[in-house]
């Protein structure tokens, strides 16, 4: 059983900027305690002589590339239209400084 | 007779309709897809309250398959012909809202199509509207949605699959001739199978992800799901291809998809991976795959046992290299740009108080666990060896194939619809049904989904085809052979409607 307490849990939604209750920190230590455990079966694992091949397709013979040259891009206003705060084409974010 | 087959009989439709014959006929000109289109509104409006396939329909739908219409008046070629498209909600659909099942994307409009949406447009397809799925695509159900669970029309008190349990659901019912969904572990195949109908995902790089919302990227891929093996064959042929948004995907020609449906299987040599075929399989899924083997035999296929060692590894390595790529993926999701925002305090508190408000349970416990597994002191225990792993199983079926068999034969879940709410309290059993899919993710090659008739208790039963990267068209051959040795009605509620009219 992989073990892992809550004060961990509490780390990982830190580096995750994620805000849990004490309800969730309690379900997830128990969860991810059972994923972990079960993950563990990585361990069995032969290890490999050369650096893992983790490339999805083999390299293409042609390889994808098309000129470098200016395309349009979205507008600013469209940029923004999705935004929760936006003020004279520019995001409006909380203070950072201050932190 | 109710409203409902006053309608069918006005249009002339059947109930249990085929979008090969539509399109056919759009093509002569004896339907209009103004009329299609304005059918499938009403027939979402009557079906899809008690399943919740659809999270929105396009506005503007009737206007737009008009002007398919007169594209087709113009001579245009429009190899999609009229057909209405549902689309899975994690593809943005310009000026049509895209939520991906999540409160964080709360009234979030694209300004632009993702490249698939595009193609289908201009292959002459009309998008009907936006499909529920897991929140971000991460689930195995259609449980996981803001939008509340989708329901299996073959049962409603069982789960549709997922995540692309919407596009499963719109064209098993036929509210839609024709679906897209995304696959990054399953998430076609594994509501294809559970819903009765034929889902692909093809090879990594053969559809342009642009556009579809990032969840896993190295594992992510865009493909169709519809009745018919050829339907599926001609969306895939319209949206596949490179793309200079997404440079990723492969510069090779796409092939001929539909004419390889009538090629046939004599010669061909079949894998039955051994794996594949052990606890906890169910035996009724198991002996239909077999059946579906000794099918394939039956029109000229040598079918031989083969062995793909490392697929024991296959779910662990999948579930750390998913979730550590959406822990990435999904650190756009700020409250800066898009979507919800909840303040108060500074610039991080509003990060993690719009994440704590936006995203649902799922999300939260696989960013936990993808952010573990990136984490300082974790990186190489964890990431690291599911990263070899990945390798290990990749090239399992790279020696496979390179071993003379052409594809794969094995089912796509070891156990059929489950219940709703049956496996939502306990992940790890949820992330386990995935047995089967995750390894053709991981390996990046194309894989399908094909209806094998039905079980004991009326429900349907999939099987899955594997095959060689960009070896789509050898999937389509013989999922065509599987498509006539098993012919799998519509569910109740469509038959009953092809009765009644």
Same mark, same amino acid.
């Given at each position: 059983?992989?073990?892992?307490?809550?004060?961990?849990?509490?780390?990982?939604?830190?580096?995750?900027?994620?805000?849990?209750?004490? #309800?969730?920190? #309690?379900?997830? #230590?128990?969860?991810?305690?059972?994923?972990?455990?079960?993950?563990?079966?990585?361990?069995?694992?032969?290890?490999?002589?050369?650096?893992?091949?983790? #490339?999805?397709?083999?390299?293409?013979?042609?390889?994808?590339?098309?000129?470098? +040259?200016?395309?349009?891009?979205?507008?600013? +206003?469209?940029?923004?239209?999705?935004?929760?705060?936006?003020?004279?084409?520019?995001?409006?974010?909380?203070?950072?400084?201050?932190? | 007779?109710?409203?409902?087959?006053?309608?069918?009989?006005?249009?002339?439709?059947?109930?249990?309709?085929?979008?090969?014959?539509?399109?056919?006929?759009?093509?002569?000109?004896?339907?209009?897809?103004?009329?299609?289109?304005?059918?499938?509104?009403?027939?979402?409006?009557? *079906?899809?309250?008690?399943?919740? $396939?659809?999270?929105?329909?396009? &506005?503007? /739908?009737?206007?737009?398959?008009?002007?398919?219409?007169?594209?087709?008046?113009?001579?245009?070629?429009?190899?999609? @012909?009229?057909?209405?498209?549902?689309?899975?909600?994690?593809?943005?659909?310009?000026?049509?809202?895209?939520?991906? @099942?999540?409160?964080?994307?709360?009234?979030?409009?694209?300004?632009?199509?993702?490249?698939?949406?595009?193609?289908?447009?201009?292959?002459?397809?009309?998008? /009907?509207?936006?499909?529920?799925?897991?929140?971000?695509?991460?689930?195995?159900?259609?449980?996981?949605?803001?939008?509340?669970?989708?329901?299996?029309?073959?049962?409603?008190?069982?789960?549709?699959?997922?995540?692309?349990?919407?596009?499963?659901?719109?064209? $098993?019912?036929?509210?839609?001739?024709?679906?897209?969904?995304?696959?990054?572990?399953?998430?076609?195949?594994?509501?294809?199978?559970?819903?009765?109908?034929?889902?692909?995902?093809?090879?990594? @790089?053969?559809?342009?992800?642009?556009?579809?919302?990032?969840?896993?990227?190295?594992?992510?891929?865009? @493909?169709?799901?519809?009745?018919?093996?050829?339907?599926?064959?001609?969306?895939?042929?319209?949206?596949?291809?490179?793309?200079?948004?997404?440079?990723?995907?492969?510069?090779?020609?796409?092939?001929?998809?539909?004419?390889?449906?009538?090629?046939?299987?004599?010669?061909?040599?079949?894998?039955?991976?051994?794996?594949?075929?052990?606890?906890?399989?169910?035996?009724?899924?198991?002996?239909?795959?077999? $059946?579906?083997?000794?099918?394939?035999?039956?029109?000229?296929?040598?079918?031989?046992?083969?062995?793909?060692?490392?697929?024991?590894?296959?779910?662990?390595?999948?579930?750390?290299?998913?979730?550590?790529?959406?822990?990435?993926?999904?650190?756009?999701?700020?409250?800066?740009?898009?979507?919800?925002?909840?303040?108060?305090?500074?610039?991080?508190?509003?990060?993690?108080?719009?994440?704590?408000?936006?995203?649902? &349970?799922?999300?939260?416990?696989?960013?936990?666990?993808?952010?573990?597994?990136?984490?300082?002191?974790?990186?190489?225990?964890?990431?690291?060896?599911?990263?070899?792993?990945?390798?290990?199983?990749?090239?399992?079926?790279?020696?496979?194939?390179?071993?003379?068999?052409?594809?794969?034969?094995?089912?796509?879940?070891?156990? *059929?619809?489950?219940?709703? *709410?049956?496996?939502?309290?306990?992940?790890?059993?949820?992330?386990?049904?995935?047995?089967?899919?995750?390894?053709?993710?991981?390996?990046?090659?194309?894989?399908?989904?094909?209806?094998?008739?039905?079980?004991?208790?009326?429900?349907?039963?999939?099987?899955?085809?594997?095959?060689?990267?960009?070896?789509?068209?050898? /999937?389509?051959?013989?999922?065509?052979?599987?498509?006539?040795?098993?012919?799998?009605?519509?569910?109740?509620?469509?038959?009953?409607?092809?009765?009644?009219?």
């Amino acid at each position: 059983m992989t073990h892992i307490d809550e004060a961990e849990v509490r780390r990982i939604a830190r580096l995750a900027h994620l805000d849990l209750d004490d #309800r969730e920190v #309690r379900t997830l #230590r128990d969860q991810l305690g059972a994923v972990l455990s079960y993950v563990a079966l990585l361990d069995d694992l032969p290890i490999l002589p050369e650096p893992a091949e983790t #490339r999805a397709v083999p390299a293409d013979p042609a390889p994808v590339a098309h000129p470098d +040259e200016p395309a349009p891009c979205l507008p600013v +206003e469209e940029a923004l239209r999705n935004a929760p705060d936006a003020v004279a084409g520019w995001l409006r974010v909380p203070r950072t400084l201050a932190e | 007779v109710s409203e409902a087959v006053v309608a069918l009989e006005t249009m002339a439709l059947p109930a249990r309709w085929s979008a090969e014959t539509l399109r056919h006929d759009w093509g002569e000109g004896r339907l209009s897809a103004a009329d299609l289109a304005a059918e499938c509104r009403r027939r979402i409006a009557r *079906g899809d309250g008690g399943l919740r $396939a659809f999270v929105r329909v396009d &506005p503007r /739908l009737e206007e737009r398959a008009a002007a398919v219409d007169s594209r087709r008046a113009r001579g245009e070629p429009t190899p999609l @012909g009229g057909l209405p498209v549902a689309v899975k909600d994690n593809l943005l659909t310009a000026g049509l809202e895209t939520s991906c @099942g999540s409160r964080i994307l709360d009234g979030f409009v694209p300004p632009v199509d993702a490249t698939a949406v595009a193609r289908l447009r201009e292959a002459g397809a009309v998008v /009907l509207g936006k499909t529920n799925l897991d929140e971000f695509a991460m689930g195995s159900s259609t449980e996981h949605s803001t939008h509340g669970a989708t329901r299996n029309p073959w049962d409603p008190e069982r789960v549709p699959g997922g995540s692309s349990g919407g596009s499963a659901v719109a064209v $098993a019912a036929a509210m839609a001739p024709l679906a897209l969904g995304s696959d990054t572990g399953g998430s076609i195949r594994q509501p294809a199978a559970f819903c009765g109908v034929v889902g692909v995902k093809p090879t990594w @790089g053969r559809v342009s992800r642009s556009g579809l919302v990032a969840f896993a990227s190295s594992l992510d891929q865009v @493909g169709p799901l519809a009745r018919e093996v050829a339907s599926a064959a001609r969306l895939l042929q319209a949206i596949a291809g490179p793309d200079p948004l997404d440079a990723t995907a492969a510069a090779r020609p796409v092939e001929d998809y539909v004419a390889a449906c009538g090629r046939g299987v004599a010669g061909m040599r079949v894998g039955l991976p051994r794996e594949y075929f052990s606890p906890p399989l169910d035996p009724a899924i198991a002996e239909r795959v077999r $059946a579906a083997a000794a099918a394939l035999e039956r029109e000229g296929a040598r079918v031989e046992e083969v062995s793909l060692p490392h697929t024991r590894y296959a779910v662990p390595a999948y579930y750390l290299v998913a979730t550590a790529e959406a822990s990435s993926n999904l650190a756009r999701y700020d409250g800066v740009r898009y979507g919800i925002r909840r303040g108060g305090g500074g610039l991080r508190e509003t990060y993690r108080r719009t994440r704590a408000a936006g995203f649902g &349970p799922e999300v939260k416990r696989r960013l936990m666990l993808g952010t573990f597994a990136l984490s300082a002191g974790y990186h190489e225990r964890f990431y690291g060896r599911a990263q070899q792993a990945r390798a290990l199983v990749r090239r399992d079926f790279v020696e496979s194939f390179r071993g003379g068999v052409e594809l794969l034969l094995t089912p796509v879940s070891p156990v *059929g619809p489950f219940r709703l *709410g049956e496996k939502l309290e306990d992940p790890l059993a949820m992330y386990l049904t995935d047995v089967y899919t995750v390894t053709a993710n991981l390996a990046g090659v194309p894989a399908l989904a094909v209806p094998l008739g039905l079980d004991g208790h009326g429900l349907p039963i999939g099987g899955q085809l594997i095959g060689p990267h960009f070896g789509e068209a050898t /999937l389509f051959r013989a999922a065509a052979v599987l498509e006539r040795a098993f012919p799998t009605p519509a569910p109740p509620c469509v038959e009953a409607g092809a009765r009644r009219a």
